[in-house]
T-cell receptor, first 113, second 112 residues
Framework: DAGVTQSPTHLIKTRGQQVTLRCSPK?????VSWYQQALGQGPQFIFQ???????QRGNFPDRFSGHQFPNYSSELNVNALLLGDSALYLC????????????FGQGTRLTVV | SQQGEEDPQALSIQEGENATMNCSYK?????LQWYRQNSGRGLVHLIL?????REKHSGRLRVTLDTSKKSSSLLITASRAADTASYFC????????????FGTGTQLKVEL
């Protein structure tokens, strides 16, 4: 049983560019959340997708957007990249929207230069 | 913003010793979870304790929750070098859906 898979593992982008990160949830999970983790900090919630709709959103600008597909996989898009967007981006899936444990992928390390 | 803080920020112990980490949070919660992170990669879920529970065990882990003090502790007994990692507490806030709000983390180093 594959866990949560994210791609790519590492990415280098230039300021102003756009980036798309991808996540496949654990089998049987239908809810996907995205987190941003800056160096030395705890992860910060970006948004959550369920039934192909954004259900919750953290304190992130509109440059951060996402999508969930019918197979429950998800994408995180960031436009107009800033140096401060450099971080580890983590995807987490859970089997429903109840308060259960989340399973995390290994993350995508994004470096903006 | 972070929900709370963890204490200590860093902890260094010898193999075989016990490690205790504390987490404080600010608002009413549905549950509190502890995660481990190795070398800045993915987080691994360790244990979940609900707001109506006071103590929970899983293997060498013991978690306590004091909702009156808005605090939790994670005890790792008989630590091993493989326990070296960063440990985060995360809360599911009452009325906040099921998003996780993480603390600042404790870096644990277990030396041989």
């Amino acid at each position: 049983d594959a866990g949560v898979t994210q791609s790519p593992t590492h990415l280098i982008k230039t300021r102003g560019q756009q980036v798309t990160l991808r996540c496949s949830p654990k089998s049987g999970h239908d809810t996907v959340s995205w987190y941003q983790q800056a160096l030395g900090q705890g992860p910060q919630f970006i948004f959550q997708y369920y039934e192909e709709e954004e259900r919750q959103r953290g304190n992130f600008p509109d440059r951060f957007s996402g999508h969930q597909f019918p197979n429950y996989s998800s994408e995180l898009n960031v436009n107009a990249l800033l140096l401060g967007d450099s971080a580890l981006y983590l995807c987490a899936s859970s089997r429903d929207r109840a308060n259960t444990e989340a399973f995390f992928g290994q993350g995508t390390r994004l470096t903006v230069v | 913003s972070q929900q709370g803080e963890e204490d200590p920020q860093a902890l260094s112990i010898q193999e075989g010793e016990n490690a205790t980490m504390n987490c404080s949070y600010k608002t009413s919660i549905n549950n509190l979870q502890w995660y481990r992170q190795n070398s800045g990669r993915g987080l691994v879920h360790l244990i979940l304790i609900r707001s109506n529970e006071r103590e929970k065990h899983s293997g060498r882990l013991r978690v306590t929750l004091d909702t009156s003090k808005k605090s939790s502790s994670l005890l790792i007994t008989a630590s091993r070098a493989a326990d070296t990692a960063s440990y985060f507490c995360a809360t599911v806030i009452t009325g906040g859906g099921n998003k996780l709000t993480f603390g600042t983390g404790t870096q644990l180093k277990v030396e041989l």
